[in-house]
């Protein structure tokens, strides 16, 4: 089984940043294609950003691209969400995710239980 734990959010003002991060145990995330998603209530989860297994590939969706940077430490079984530039629509609990192919509209096998970020404008 693969546990995932998101930290490092919280209240930010606008134009600020934040680092979260994504600690992963129980299988090498080497293994696996990682992202990044966002939910606020009455929304659909969003996806935010993912990265391949080698972080060769990248996606970012179009609402946070140039204003956020996901990374991996495979060695450290970690993966990041660096955001700039924040704005209140970025207020949303930012959940972490795994699966096993690189494929943005897979459906993800394994999930974190979520850090909320909120940003005041």
């Known amino acids: 089984q693969m546990q995932l734990v998101e930290s490092g959010g919280g209240l930010v003002q606008a134009g600020g940043s934040l680092r979260l991060s994504c600690a992963v145990s129980g299988r090498p995330i080497s293994m696996y294609a990682m992202g990044w998603f966002r939910q606020t209530p009455g929304k659909e989860r969003e996806i935010v950003a993912a990265?391949?297994?080698?972080?060769?590939?990248?996606y970012y969706a179009d609402y946070v691209k140039g204003r956020f940077t996901i990374s991996r430490d495979n060695a450290e079984n970690t993966v990041y969400l660096r955001m700039y530039s924040l704005k209140p629509e970025d207020t949303a609990v930012y959940y972490c995710?795994?699966?096993?192919?690189?494929?943005?509209?897979?459906?993800?096998?394994?999930w974190g239980q979520g850090t909320q970020v909120t940003v005041s404008s």
């Open positions: 990265i391949s297994w080698d972080g060769g590939s990248k």
């Open positions: 995710a795994a699966h096993g192919v690189y494929n943005i509209a897979a459906q993800w096998n394994y």
